[in-house]
């Protein structure tokens, strides 16, 4: 845990949202084989070279969907984790070094992980 958010992992969430993409993607094909989204199919077709309504066509359209799924899941990632620490200016607080955010090595703004914020603090210095 970082702070006050949860860093998350780029290449991990990339994996996820392209496979959940390319299932469905998958599962709209075959059920375009019985008509059910034909013209979603072909509408998608259109961007998905090869994609269409047959089972071929659905494997072929669930690659595309990885890759596509993958790549917005690595993006929306990489924008969460920059938003949420202004992108990435207390970096330096795990390295030693002042950051640039708050000024200080122990990174005062809460957004990185510091050795005083994973142990107890003892109730008699907090007065």
Do not use: R
Not at 57 to 72: D, E, N, R, S, T
């Amino acid at each position: 845990m970082y702070g006050k958010y949860m860093k998350l992992h780029v290449v991990a969430f990339g994996l996820a949202w392209g496979i959940l993409t390319a299932i469905f993607v998958f599962i709209f094909g075959v059920f375009a084989m019985g008509g059910y989204g034909a013209s979603y199919v072909q509408l998608m077709g259109s961007v998905y070279y090869g994609y269409s309504a047959s089972f071929m066509g659905a494997l072929i359209g669930a690659i595309w969907g990885f890759v596509y799924g993958f790549i917005m899941g690595a993006i929306f990632s990489s924008l969460y984790n920059c938003i949420a620490c202004g992108c990435g200016k207390c970096g330096k607080c795990e390295k030693g070094e002042k950051c640039e955010k708050c000024g200080s090595c122990e990174c005062k703004c809460g957004s990185y992980k510091t050795d005083s914020m994973d142990k107890p603090q003892d109730p008699t210095k907090l007065l």
